[in-house]
Every structure is written in structure tokens, then in C-alpha cells.
């Protein structure tokens, strides 16, 4: 029976990095949510279809047991 990996916790330096990154309110976002909140459901599903497969490699490796982003949408990623 296999067991899971110890998850270790990440210096305290790198907290504080991501608790910053996180919180950051990055210029024109307000505008940028009011703007796709005006879009339609199938154009706002266009568009964050057109990013993930964009940033497909990315959004994989920034979540821990993702190994991929299948074609069919962001929700159904693998996960081991």
C-alpha cells in the first residue's frame, strides 16, 4: 500500500510572498471584471476556454497532483 507524500511546509519567506501576490489588486482589474461580467455566459466560456489552453502548462504546474488540463474544460483537470 502506497503512502502519500509528507507535504512540507514552505519557509516562511515564501508565505509572506504569496500571501502578498494574493492580495494584490493589480491596476484596471475592477474594469476588467465589470467587462466580463458584461459579457454573455458563451462568450465569457470562449474566453476562459481560450486562456486555459493558453496557460494550460502553467495552471498545471501551480496546483500540487495536477498532471494535466484536458480539452474539455478547467474543472475536469487530472489529478493523481
Not at 484536458?70 to 474543472?75: H, V, Y
Amino acid at each position: 500500500m502506497a503512502t502519500k507524500p509528507r507535504r512540507t511546509r514552505a519557509p516562511a519567506w515564501m508565505r509572506i510572498l504569496e500571501q502578498s501576490t494574493r492580495s494584490r489588486d493589480p491596476e484596471g482589474a475592477r474594469e476588467a471584471r465589470r467587462l466580463f461580467k458584461a459579457l454573455g455566459a458563451e462568450r465569457q466560456q470562449a474566453l476562459t476556454q481560450e486562456i486555459s489552453d493558453t496557460r494550460a502548462s502553467e495552471l498545471c504546474r501551480a496546483y500540487p497532483n495536477v498532471i494535466s488540463r484536458p480539452f474539455s474544460n478547467w474543472g475536469d483537470c487530472v489529478k493523481v
